[in-house]
Each structure stands twice: as C-alpha cells, then as structure tokens.
T-cell receptor, first 112, second 116 residues
Framework: QKEVEQNSGPLSVPEGAIASLNCTYSDRGSQSFFWYRQYSGKSPELIMSIYSNGDKEDGRFTAQLNKASQYVSLLIRDSQPSDSATYLC????????????FGDGTTLTVKP | DADVTQTPRNRITKTGKRIMLECSQTKGHDRMYWYRQDPGLGLQLIYY???????NKGEISDGYSVSRQAQAKFSLSLESAIPNQTALYFCATSDTPMGGVTETQYFGPGTRLLVL
C-alpha cells in the first residue's frame, strides 16, 4: 500500500461544475497536508494547506481533512479551463521529519 | 528574479557520465530538497538537507549524491548516469517549522534530464 494515494484519473468536469479530488494516507501521525497544482511541464505550486480537521476555504478552493478516516480532499467550485492541471496531495509526518510524501497526482481537465 | 533556480534546465548525457545539477535559492530557507518525477507519477524524494551540515537520504538515493555548499546552494550529482535516471528533477526549499507547523515547499522550475 502506498503511503499517499489519490483517486485515479483522469478526471473530467464541465466548466462551472465542482471538481472533487481525494487523497488517503497511511501514517496516522501525519500532521500537515498540502495540495499542489502542477501544470504540464511546470513545477508544483501550493494551492492549499490544512492542519486541523474540518474545512478550509480559499476562494473557489475548499480543503477538507478527516484525520480519523485518514482522508483529505480538495473541492474546486465553479471549475474553469485554467484549473486543468495535475493536483498533487502531499502529507507530512511530525515536524522533526519535515519532509513530504507525495501522491501520484490526479489529472483534472475542465471542458469549456 | 525567481526565488529558486535550477541549472541546467535541460541536459542530455550518455550512460556512464557524471553530471551535476545545481540549485540556488534566495528565499533564505534552511531546508532544501531534491526530487525526481517520472511521467504520470508524483515526486520521489532523493535527498534532503535541513541545514548546511545536515544531509539525509530520501526514498531513492541510490546512484545519487548531494552537496550543500552553502545555505543557498544544494547540488545533485549522478555519479555514473544510467538510462532509468531519465526524469524531471526538482529542487525545493522550505523554511524551518515554527510553532509545530510544517512549512510549505517552494519548487524550482525543474531540470529535464535525458540519459542515452
């Protein structure tokens, strides 16, 4: 079992729809959770970080964390073609470890 | 100017050659990382460094070595390149965690390496 697993893609949604990206992790001691967006051929860039159970909203993006279920998700409301990219889930253990484990990513395509 | 730079951006080399990829940052971060990314896959950690005197192996360190020449510079070497090291390589930096919160990582633009 991989340490960080993301729902297999590709995921395709129409413009204006809600895109839902999911991630599960195996290390119960994980404390920090990140979503990065990566356009084809480019470097990852941070979209959201979340550290506590519940929802965290930033514009059209909402991250949801459930530590009991070892599950973190990213919702993109009113999806735009510019949201088409690969989304990487990253999970950190305790701060002394300080390094992220990445999932393989989910590729999202938003169709006009 | 970019905060995290990598050189070269593209490199073609032959099997058995030694090559070095360089990373520099102006963010003032103590922590630096080297990842590789294969098509359709996430990022695999090669080496990481939490300060100039600290070097740690990641998931896939075999065949690689690193040098942390200064706080701002972290280089990755392939001692004897082989074709399955063909990949996209990213350098990243992060600040030292404060208050128990792990900091996000900032990535360089990547180096595309082809080993023939």
């Amino acid at each position: 079992q991989k340490e960080v697993e993301q729902n297999s893609g590709p995921l395709s949604v129409p413009e204006g729809a809600i895109a839902s990206l999911n991630c599960t992790y195996s290390d119960r001691g994980s404390q920090s959770f990140f979503w990065y967006r990566q356009y084809s051929g480019k470097s990852p860039e941070l979209i959201m970080s979340i550290y506590s159970n519940g929802d965290k909203e930033d514009g059209r993006f909402t991250a949801q964390l459930n530590k009991a279920s070892q599950y973190v998700s990213l919702l993109i409301r009113d999806s735009q073609p510019s949201d088409s990219a690969t989304y990487l889930c990253a999970v950190n253990g305790n701060t002394n470890a300080g390094k992220s484990t990445f999932g393989d990513g989910t590729t999202l395509t938003v169709k006009p | 100017d970019a905060d995290v730079t990598q050189t070269p951006r593209n490199r073609i080399t032959k099997t058995g050659k030694r090559i070095m990829l360089e990373c520099s940052q102006t963010k003032g971060h103590d922590r630096m990382y080297w990842y590789r990314q294969d098509p359709g896959l996430g990022l695999q950690l090669i080496y990481y460094s939490f300060d100039v005197k600290d070097i740690n192996k990641g998931e896939i360190s075999d065949g690689y070595s690193v040098s942390r020449q200064a706080q701002a510079k972290f280089s990755l070497s392939l001692e004897s390149a082989i074709p399955n090291q063909t990949a996209l390589y990213f350098c990243a930096t992060s600040d030292t965690p404060m208050g128990g919160v792990t900091e996000t990582q900032y990535f360089g633009p990547g180096t595309r390496l082809l080993v023939l």
